[in-house]
């Protein structure tokens, strides 16, 4: 029923933007958002936003990061800008209903040095 789409991944040299977005359809999301995974690591939080916009942004990329949303279409982005090679992971959109949380499959983001 619920399915997500996640677009916006690449390579890109430090310093470099990137902008991901993701679909979710099916349902009424409340929050939604992204995290990522770099190898050998555990999957970890990258921002997250309500329904009503509020944001959450992990130390690490806040002032780099901007995460927005279109209740309408469904969708949640993410604006990547100044990228670290330490930004390189398999992001991962993720949202919610009041009972669920639902995972994309995930888009890869290499920066390199």
């Known amino acids: 029923q619920v399915q997500l789409v996640e677009s916006g991944g690449g390579w890109v040299q430090a310093g470099g933007s990137l902008r991901l977005s993701c679909t979710a359809s099916?349902?009424?999301?409340?929050?939604m958002g992204w995290y990522r995974q770099a190898p050998e690591k555990q999957r970890e939080l990258v921002a997250t936003i309500s329904r009503a916009g509020s944001t959450n942004y992990a130390g690490s990329v806040k002032g780099r990061f901007t995460i927005s949303r279109d209740n309408a279409k469904n969708t949640v982005s993410l604006q990547m800008n100044s990228l670290k090679p330490e930004d390189t992971a398999v992001y991962y959109c993720?949202?919610?209903?009041?009972?669920?949380?639902?995972w994309g499959q995930g888009t890869q983001v290499t920066v390199s040095s």
């Open positions: 099916g349902s009424i999301f409340s929050g």
């Open positions: 993720n949202v919610g209903t009041v009972f669920r949380e639902f």
